[in-house]
């Protein structure tokens, strides 16, 4: 038998352990060492040698469709690394976007990013199975060679790690359900989503105009609402747009040519517009279907999957309700997803140009201000410390426009005749019209004075005149105290509305004197959960006010109506009738437990000691005086995110020519780097290290005289040269006697 298996084994392998020979040298000493007269041997020799061979084979030529092979590097260094780039040259274009889409580094980093959207954790690299790797290694193969189809609904390179459905055993009723009805974006298409996003967002983030804030990363309302409070301050006029039906959607040529402005890749323009052309399919639903109402049924709780994230908490969904009209509307246009509002902002970036140049065009400085009086109008003098206060004196003013952009709405500020705001708004009509093919009217851009209020983002701008008392020291240095008059722009959140957004979430009920209603929604949950709940939301809302002028009165409004709507729900749950016996019970703030277990049992601070009972935390800012004032921090006035601040300072240092300058002013102002004086310090300390050894040595020797003397004529013509090193040398000297 074993001579039967070396015989095959030998002809089999014989061509192939010659080859092998040529190779390597150590398959030829195994083949040449066969022992003839051991049969069993020589099988085993052969199956060894051709085991060698495979494993030096494989170890030299790597498997390029190895995904662990295309991880070289970190994805956030590479997304660091674009960022770098594109805010060192802004104005270099892209032509040649597809290596980036070939590095699976970035895929990995994107299947990251939506698993953790999908399921609610992070997942780390190292945890990521091999069969995902290769199932997204596939996904970015599909997306180079021009086979990946947006909007999939049965046949996927990679699944979402929730989906359980097993596709190819599903009956065509349920298929025909899949095709026809709506579902869920999948999982694939988000992950090109945010391949894409990953390096177009460092490209156009660069480009961007600072005149717009809204879906742009480290710019939210808050911050167009301090740039209005420092900014805006002085304008007599308002123009208020609403060009929110570009975020619905636009012609693919318009969005396609805009991108094109510094995006020359066919590949990636081609994938942008396949995701825009391709039609997503939504479950029609028809008239009659709408006027039936089913009737309510019992429901009982649903119990959640493991891997399933929670919905969003009662108080989340309720701050939701609040958003303003100008944050409410979201663009998603097509399969683009996550790369809709960035392209809604490419697209109004020629808007935001446009309006940079005519606010350059406007400004007309005039000598007998007091502000705005510079030629370039970027220089605003005034009171630092009261930055958003103008000045109202003089006979003749400095025209000026500001501009602001906050999704599809747009605020102006004009400071001049209402005549120079109609001809712009005439202007901006006919831009519309021509860049947008938006069909614009004088409603639709009202022009407002500022006594009446303008309301943005739920703040009404208004403004308050003042008379501080202005000190300037005058010829002779006589310091004269007079009385101007000035104004300041009051930022104040508006209580029409909030009372409007309550009664929509049926909070309250009437206009004049509302009345809390009971929040029924809350009804089944207990009294602990309920209060987390309310201050949760309480203290959102108290963040979200944290910029208006009487933040204290609508957080106590708000505290009010909430505090109010619990007592009525636990008057009804209780069965306590009225909110005056629930005020007395649960005290003020509804913190201490309105329902104790019928016969002798302990007190509550007993049971929760012991841990028998639930923590019920009280409802906060229950008065006025527990609200945090508005904060006044002051605003810079050419800001810039924390983001984009670092950016430019590394660019700043990498830039040799920055050290340089650094450098050449250090010397003519006589300044030591501190490594230079690390490397000083480091020095003296080595020469006072030798001179106590040299003279330790002299002592030993019986020539100590010789060799002080020699080392004094040596450290007097370095004194000489130096003469600061000298008390070193002293010190030298004590350090070689004390030894």
Not at 526 to 552: C, F, G, I, P
Not at 569 to 580: I, P, Q
Not at 677 to 686: D, E, H, P, Q, R
Request: aromatic residues 10%; hydrophobic residues 35%; proline residues 5%.
């Amino acid at each position: 038998m074993y001579r039967r298996l070396a015989i095959i084994s030998y002809r089999v392998l014989k061509r192939s352990v010659h080859q092998t020979r040529r190779c390597t040298g150590l398959v030829y000493s195994d083949y040449s060492s066969f022992n003839q007269l051991s049969p069993r041997a020589n099988g085993l020799s052969f199956f060894r040698v051709f085991s060698m061979a495979a494993c030096q084979h494989y170890r030299r030529v790597p498997d390029p469709d190895d995904p662990m092979n295309l991880m070289k590097e970190d994805g956030v260094a590479v997304c660091s690394q674009m960022w770098i780039e594109n805010f060192g040259e802004p104005e270099k274009t892209a032509t040649n976007l597809t290596t980036y889409l070939r590095r699976f580094e970035l895929w990995v980093l994107a299947y990251q990013k939506v698993y953790a959207d999908e399921t609610g954790s992070y997942l780390p690299r190292n945890s990521i199975q091999r069969s995902a790797l290769e199932d997204l290694l596939a996904l970015r193969n599909a997306v180079l060679d021009d086979r990946f189809k947006w909007g999939a609904r049965l046949n996927f390179y990679i699944k979402s790690p929730r989906d359980k459905t097993d596709y190819e055993s599903l009956s065509k009723r349920k298929i025909k359900i899949i095709l026809t009805t709506t579902q869920p974006t999948p999982f694939q298409d988000r992950i090109v989503q945010e391949v894409l996003f990953m390096f177009l967002e460092p490209i156009y983030e660069a480009r961007f105009s600072q005149k717009s804030y809204a879906f742009r990363p480290g710019r939210t309302a808050h911050t167009v609402l301090r740039v209005i409070r420092r900014s805006f301050a002085g304008y007599l006029w308002y123009m208020k747009g609403d060009l929110s039906t570009i975020l619905d959607g636009m012609k693919v040529g318009m969005v396609i040519s805009a991108l094109m402005r510094d995006v020359r890749d066919k590949k990636v323009i081609d994938l942008i517009k396949s995701a825009i052309v391709t039609p997503v399919v939504t479950t029609k639903i028809e008239e009659g279907e709408k006027k039936k109402k089913k009737k309510r049924k019992y429901q009982k709780k649903r119990v959640l999957a493991e891997d399933e994230p929670k919905p969003d908490p009662y108080w989340l969904e309720t701050f939701f309700r609040f958003a303003p009209e100008e944050a409410e509307k979201v663009p998603s246009w097509g399969h683009c997803g996550i790369l809709s509002p960035l392209l809604a902002n490419i697209c109004l970036d020629e808007l935001d140009r446009w309006m940079e140049g005519k606010i350059k065009d406007f400004y007309r400085p005039s000598k007998s201000d007091v502000i705005w009086n510079s030629p370039e109008g970027e220089v605003e003098q005034g009171n630092t410390s009261w930055p958003e206060f103008v000045p109202t004196s003089g006979p003749d003013k400095t025209r000026k426009m500001d501009y602001i952009r906050y999704g599809g709405h747009i605020l102006i500020g004009i400071r001049g005749p209402r005549a120079d705001a109609a001809t712009l708004r005439k202007e901006l009509i006919d831009f519309c019209d021509q860049k947008y093919l938006l069909k614009l009217d004088n409603e639709s851009l009202p022009i407002e004075h500022i006594t009446k209020g303008i309301m943005f983002l739920d703040h009404v701008l208004c403004r308050r005149v003042v008379y501080p008392t202005l000190r300037y020291t005058a010829t002779g240095g006589k310091i004269i105290s007079e009385k101007g008059v000035g104004t300041l722009l009051s930022v104040t959140a508006s209580l029409k509305q909030c009372i409007k957004q309550f009664r929509k979430l049926n909070f309250l009920k009437g206009d004049r004197d509302p009345d809390p209603q009971p929040c029924f929604r809350m009804f089944h949950a207990t009294q602990a959960h309920t209060n987390a709940q309310m201050n949760k939301l309480l203290s959102t809302m108290v963040e979200w006010y944290r910029y208006a002028d009487n933040r204290k009165k609508v957080v106590n409004f708000f505290s009010y109506i909430l505090r109010g709507s619990l007592a009525k729900l636990y008057a009804a749950k209780y069965k306590l009738r009225s909110r005056a016996k629930v005020y007395k019970i649960g005290a003020r703030n509804l913190g201490r437990p309105l329902k104790e277990k019928k016969g002798a049992s302990p007190e509550y601070h007993n049971l929760l000691s012991m841990g028998l009972a639930e923590s019920i935390e009280g409802l906060m800012y229950t008065r006025m005086s527990l609200v945090p004032e508005t904060d006044y921090t002051p605003f810079p006035c050419n800001w810039i995110p924390d983001h984009e601040k670092a950016l430019l300072e590394y660019l700043m240092l990498s830039d040799p020519k920055t050290l340089e300058e650094q450098r050449n002013c250090m010397k003519e102002q006589g300044l030591i780097s501190p490594q230079d004086y690390i490397s000083m310090l480091v020095w003296n300390y080595k020469r006072n290290a030798a001179i106590a050894d040299h003279i330790s040595l002299a002592n030993s020797s019986g020539s100590c005289v010789q060799s002080l003397e020699g080392f004094k004529l040596e450290s007097g013509h370095e004194n000489h040269e130096h003469d600061d090193n000298e008390g070193e040398y002293e010190k030298g000297l004590q350090v070689a006697e004390m030894s």
